[in-house]
Nanobody, 126 residues
Framework: QVQLVESGGGLVQAGGSLRLSCAAS????????MGWFRQAPGKEREFVAA????????RYADSVKGRFTISRDNRKNTIYLQMNSLEPRVTAVYYC???????????????????WGQGTQVTVSS
């Protein structure tokens, strides 16, 4: 059974940093692309960042470029999202996702991913 568990969310002041983690279990995900999405209250879930299976290629939403960094450790079946210079507008529930097609590109759409975690809340206060 595939399971994704996010952690690392919390309350932080504007300008601070957080690092989110997503631990995958149930199979080896080393050949699959993975991504982060977020959903703010009253808004649709949106793409944040994605990374290919080897980590050689990453993609970001324009709104987070330069401040967020996605990475992965295939030995631990874990991906990370380092978030710096946080602003209140990034407050949301952050979800990780995996696409269970080996060697596939890291997509930006929700339909590009097959499994999802339960999410972790990130709240940035002003």
């Amino acid at each position: 059974q595939v399971q994704l568990v996010e952690s690392g969310g919390g309350l932080v002041q504007a300008g601070g940093s957080l690092r989110l983690s997503c631990a995958a279990s149930g199979r080896s995900f080393s050949s699959y692309p993975m991504g982060w999405f977020r959903q703010a209250p009253g808004k649709e879930r949106e793409f944040v960042a994605a990374i290919t299976w080897r980590g050689g290629s990453t993609r970001y939403a324009d709104s987070v470029k330069g401040r967020f960094t996605i990475s992965r450790d295939n030995r631990k079946n874990t991906i990370y999202l380092q978030m710096n210079s946080l602003e209140p507008r990034v407050t949301a529930v952050y979800y990780c996702a995996v696409r269970s097609t080996s060697w596939s590109p890291a997509g930006r759409g929700m339909r590009d991913y097959d499994y999802w975690g339960q999410g972790t809340q990130v709240t940035v206060s002003s």
